[in-house]
């Protein structure tokens, strides 16, 4: 019977958060780990677009947006309780679509220079006040346990408090401890590991995340 199969990159943010989706719900994938630089003809054939996280479900289903590889994990697994309502879907679509485009100009604003690296934290500033904000009463984003939201947005913040930590701690407390915890967790640690490439002439690497907890 055919695998579950993923296309992921290690460090991508959105694959990250799909991982974690996966692992949390105990799910076996097939990895198949690419190379940005050099993404297989068997990835393209299945979804046009080329990035990562791509799904290919069982019974051959195509998932190549990571929020929706995120809602079919949970649904695979229907104990957890990760998703209990759209709202938490719209500070998660916020962040991927305001947050994230901030967040690229500000990591690379040397590539942007028609305004300051400031002027775009300042930017990303706006969310991350508003996660501060949330966590300052509740223990996660949304209320005091972890659901979609918090996987869905913690790689991207992880990124930007790794652009200049000492600056990030100084000025979220809340936002810092909610990171910090998630950095720490068996679950992100479990989707972590490096693997090498996917190469379509060896043996399906098949791997249940879960397992790779500490
Ligand atoms: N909306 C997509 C975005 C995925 C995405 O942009 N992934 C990046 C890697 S972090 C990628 O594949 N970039 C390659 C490209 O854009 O050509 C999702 O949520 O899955």
Known sequence: MQNHILYSFRRCPYAIRARMAISYSNVEVELREISLKNRPKEMYEVSAKGTVPVLITKNKKIIDESLDIMIWAINKNKKQNLLNNKNELELISSNDFEFKQWLDKYKYHVRFPDKTKEFYREKCCYHLDKYEKILSKNKYLFGDSIKITDLAIFPFVRQFAFSDVKWFNCNYNHLSDWLNEFIDS???????????????NKKPFLINFNSYKS
């Open 186 to 200: 068996s679950l992100f640690n479990s989707v972590m590991h490096k693997f090498e490439l996917w190469d379509s």
